[in-house]
RNA sequence: GCGGGUGUGGUGGAAUUGGUAGACACAAGGGACUUAAAAUCCCUCGGACUUCGGUCCAUGCGGGUUCGAGUCCCGCCACCCGCACCA
């Protein structure tokens, strides 16, 4: 390419410099000092072997606030690490007979290596990886406190067992109810689990929602629904003959209204009573044994056909007569009671059972207009908010004899009915169940216990942490390792000494994400955190991440935040600790994909294929191309940002990455769109050079330069401010359009330029250190301190409004900015267009919103 | 199945509390410069009709409220995310 000027944008060359120039100087360590703090986080990443776009597009999005905040006079805290346990690791190891701890520490080189010519802020010098035997062993100790205080215990839980395999296997493992290595048929499985009991908080963890106000609405309400907070009835229905020494059946229902309707008792198989009776009964064992097959997922359980067992049981209404008692698969033991009655006209899981085994569907209700309500194959499920009629052809308690109620009216009067009856009582139920953290697998945190058989469950002491894992276990079997590692898991006692056994399960990696923004406060410190370290920084303020973390990582956090304030490892107020949450969308792109010798579907990465032929480079076999989906190694649909970063450079990508689509949705990569980043970036660069070269004598002030650059400040800063980041590039792109073609003087150019580069400095940190330097501009651009508008140059003296006529844009009329009503109203009736409209009549009504529009009504 | 979300030109998207639909870009087409190409710069760009003044249609689909609806309400459709052992 010949050049056209001295110097060209170079970004390979810029971006070195400048990176190293932040290092020497330490740009971007967090110090506690005067300044007020601001802690910016965006959720860690999983090292999966290289970083993608979707990591580009994240870190940069926290980049921009960073350094816009650092900018603003803030000590700013924005750090990195590694969610570092996990299958992909364990799965490496048994394709490629390789190490889980190599294979992740090779990653993480990699991706860091991979991340830091992205020129992001971070203070890199408290980085670390959540496999680090450093963190996991104070998880450890935390573990150790949270038993202590009773918020970690055992139960029995439920999971996914591969009977062939004999090991427990993950929901991403069971595919179509079917184990993914042996191919047989998944069954439920009963095992002793440690858990979390973060359902004792679920009051607090609901109420404090409304405490987020700047968190998105729509997670508070996935979490709020989640939670499920729902008051009901208890009840007991006796059973007609006592058996197995129950005497009644406890069900719990969220639509006591519905009672009328009841037309069967149901239990789920694990019920006690359930259990009890399959003891002597070998058809429903039979039953039982059957309706285990398949995943634990909540989705296959609902999606599952709805099946029963009759047990012949009955028991008594207390509004007369028997109820059937059977056994039924869409019951769950975890919800309630495990038991429920079931009333098909009002609830369409109970309908499908109903006609599937020929019990009656009464209506307890019916709707306001209605003579009656039949019920075909839909049952009739109003909103608890919609008036019904309850009182027809049986009698419904309401309140002051009232025939028509809602939902909710009619739940509250059932109820009190019921308690006044003595029948049952009113409770408040959730939906939250326990957080089972036990993983029969190696690549985890070791739980730090031992189990001995006469002092029972035995904490591990604190002195002895970290239980580091050992590295000499191999993956040529199914199973977890640790089960098969005499040497780890033979251990005395640390109560009597006595032979006991390690705990081998490991913990859900959901716990190493649960603090690890609490242990960035003092990465290094000897104790989980540092109070005083963690009294400056916490909380985050702005939590940036995927929407697919609304629930689950969140929700654990909230728990794991409260928990660490009980076991005196988080000061008071930090019971929350994201401030503000931002979800940021996916990077999506199409992914290619080919079917192996069993029709399984094995995916490719882009630069394996050729996709204009629709074949695979190697072997030139044909590749479907799926429309774009979210960007994940699983799909392999992933594009190399050291690709783009050699290509075009970081500040491309960065800008890119943030530049079209809104944050909160999905981006598709293109490379269209990176190449016209590029080009544009070089623009300005050219710009100012040519600023830089111009004579500065000639120097006229500009007003129209000096309200552009007042609004673009005012705007850009409200975009960053917003998280509308797309909108922040467009004004900037606006700004730089309006620069290049002013023809003001030089200083007054040199000064707009100035001001575009500190604009520009959060998205494309390099161009913009480089721009300010050409301008003159001393130290660092990131150093300066964030541009301020002139507020008297963002207002103008004169509007344009527009003219309606019925409603339809017909003309505009210029008035002062603060022109009267009927001044307004003269000039509208003069207008052409108006009088056109009219044709000489009078208008019947005219609108005039003053600073928005005129609209005449003919 | 349940919970949550999204839908605007050929494409990504913009549009304070209901107030000019399409900002800013991409792609495409035309032109300038050049021996040529690249680069760069300029112009056009939702659709239909037009007497070139404009007129009508148009924000997933169907209704409604309003002087005025992309925005609010009701009913659909399509796609996406989550569903507790993927991270």
New binding site residues.
């Given amino acids: ?2 050049r ?1 000027t001295s110097m060209t944008y170079d970004p390979s060359a810029i971006e070195a410099k400048w990176q190293a120039a932040w290092a020497d100087t330490e740009l971007f360590k967090a110090v506690r000092d005067a300044r007020p703090k601001y802690y910016v986080l965006e959720m860690f ?2 090292p ?1 072997g290289r970083i993608h776009i979707g990591h580009v597009r994240n870190y940069t999005m926290g980049d921009v606030i960073a350094r816009y905040k650092s900018s603003c006079g803030f000590s700013v805290l924005h750090p990195m690490g590694w ?6 690791a364990e799965n490496a190891a048994m394709a490629s007979g390789g190490h889980p701890k190599t294979w992740t520490y090779d990653n993480i080189d990699v991706m860091r290596g991979q991340m830091k010519p992205l020129g992001l802020s971070i203070d890199w010098s408290r980085e670390f990886a959540t496999c680090d035997p450093d963190y996991y062993g104070q998880q450890q100790a935390l573990f150790l406190d949270m038993l202590d205080a009773g918020l970690v215990y055992r139960k029995p ?1 439920i ?2 067992w591969d009977p062939v395999d004999m090991t ?7 595919i179509d109810g079917k184990g993914w290595r042996s191919g047989a048929e998944v069954e439920r499985k009963e ?1 002793t ?1 440690w858990a979390f009991a ?2 004792d908080m679920a009051e607090d963890l609901l109420d404090s929602l409304s405490k987020l106000d700047k968190w998105p ?3 508070r ?2 979490q ?3 939670i ?1 907070k729902s008051r009901g009835l208890q009840m007991t229905f006796k059973l007609s003959a006592p058996t197995h020494g129950h005497e009644g059946i406890e069900v719990y229902t969220t639509r006591p209204d519905t009672l009328r309707g009841a037309s069967f008792i149901a239990v789920a198989p694990e019920h006690p009573l359930a259990k009890a009776l399959a003891e002597d009964d070998a058809e429903l064992a039979a039953f039982a044994a059957d309706v285990r097959k398949g995943g ?8 599952a056909e709805k099946r029963g067992y009759d047990t012949g049981l009955t028991v008594e209404n207390p509004l007369g007569g028997t109820l059937p008692v059977w056994v039924a698969n869409f019951v769950l033991m ?2 309630g009671t495990g038991a429920i009655f079931g009333c098909p006209a009002h609830d ?2 109970d309908l499908d059972f109903a006609i599937a085994y020929g019990l009656p569907a009464d209506p307890a209700f019916k709707p306001v207009d209605a003579d009656a309500l039949e019920i075909a194959g839909e049952a009739y499920v109003p909103s608890k908010t919609e008036v019904v009629h309850y009182h027809f052809d049986k009698p419904f308690p309401l309140k002051d004899k009232r025939d028509f109620a809602t939902g909710q009216e009619a739940i509250d009067a059932a109820i009190d009915w019921a308690e006044a009856q003595g029948i049952g009582t009113g409770k408040t139920q959730f ?11 190696y ?2 945190c070791p739980i730090p216990v031992v189990h001995c058989d006469t002092c029972g469950v035995v904490p591990e002491k604190k002195e002895n942490l970290p239980v580091t894992l050992p590295d000499d276990v191999t993956f040529d079997v199914p199973g977890n390792p640790l089960d098969r590692h005499p040497t780890w898991r033979d251990v005395p006692c640390p109560k009597c000494g006595a032979a006991a056994k390690r705990e081998t ?1 490991t913990m ?3 716990v ?2 649960s603090w690890y923004f609490a242990r960035f406060t003092a990465p290094h410190a000897a104790t989980p955190t540092d109070l005083d370290d963690a009294a400056y920084w916490m909380n985050v303020d702005q939590y940036i991440g ?8 969140l929700l654990y956090s909230r728990f794991f935040a409260r928990a660490m304030g009980k076991t005196g490892h988080l000061p008071q107020g930090t019971e929350e600790p994201f401030d503000a949450l931002f979800t940021q ?2 990077v999506t792109h199409p992914a290619y994909v080919t079917k192996d010798d069993r029709g399984r579907a094995v995916y490719h990465l882009p630069e394996e294929v050729d996709v204009s032929a629709r074949t695979l480079r190697a072997s030139g076999e044909a590749v479907d191309i799926l ?1 774009a ?2 960007m ?1 190694k ?1 799909k392999r649909n992933v594009v190399d940002p050291q690709d783009i970063i050699a290509q075009y450079g970081a500040d491309t990508a960065r800008w890119f990455v943030i ?4 944050p ?5 990569w ?1 490379p ?2 990176a ?3 590029h ?2 970036l ?2 300005v660069h ?1 710009l100012a050079e040519d600023i830089a070269r111009a004579d500065r004598s000639a120097n006229t002030a500009d007003a129209d330069l000096a309200r552009a650059t007042a609004r673009a400040i005012h705007e850009v800063t409200q975009g960053i401010e917003g998280f ?1 980041f ?2 922040a ?6 700004f ?2 309006t620069l ?2 002013s023809d003001a003087g030089a200083d007054a150019r040199r000064d707009a330029m100035k001001v575009l580069a500190q604009l520009m400095a959060p998205m494309v940190p390099h161009l913009a250190e480089e721009l300010w330097t050409m301008m003159g501009g001393e130290g660092f651009v990131m150093r300066a301190p964030w541009p301020k508008a002139d507020p008297a140059l963002l207002v103008d003296d004169t509007i ?3 003219i ?7 003309s ?1 009329v210029v008035v002062a900015k603060d022109a009267a009503k009927d001044v307004i109203e003269a000039l509208v009736m003069e207008d052409a ?1 108006v009088q ?2 009219l044709n000489g009549g009078a208008p019947r ?1 005219l ?1 005039v ?1 003053p ?5 005449v ?1 003919v």
């Fill in positions: 390419m010949p056209t990443p999983y999966s969610d570092a346990f996990g299958m992909p839980a999971v996914n427990v296997l993950a929901n991403e493992q069971v095992l689990q973060i359902s609405e729509k997670v309400l996935m709020e629904n989640w499920g634990t997922t909540e989705e296959a359980l609902e999606k975890d919800y369409q899981r939906r939250l169940r326990d957080w089972g953290l036990s993983r029969q697998r690549w985890g399960d859900d990696t959901f190493d994400s995927g929407i697919e973390h609304a629930i689950l990582h969308g996916m429309p989906i979210k994940s699983s530049s079209d689509s809104p909160e949705r999905d981006f598709e293109t269209e769109g190449e016209a980043v080009k544009h070089r623009r050219r509308a797309n909108k590039v467009a004004k900037l792109y606006e730089s359009n290049n073609k344009t409004l527009p309606q006529v019925n409603g339809k844009k017909r505009e267009a056109r409209a009504k609108i919103v600073g928005r529009i005129v609209n009504v």
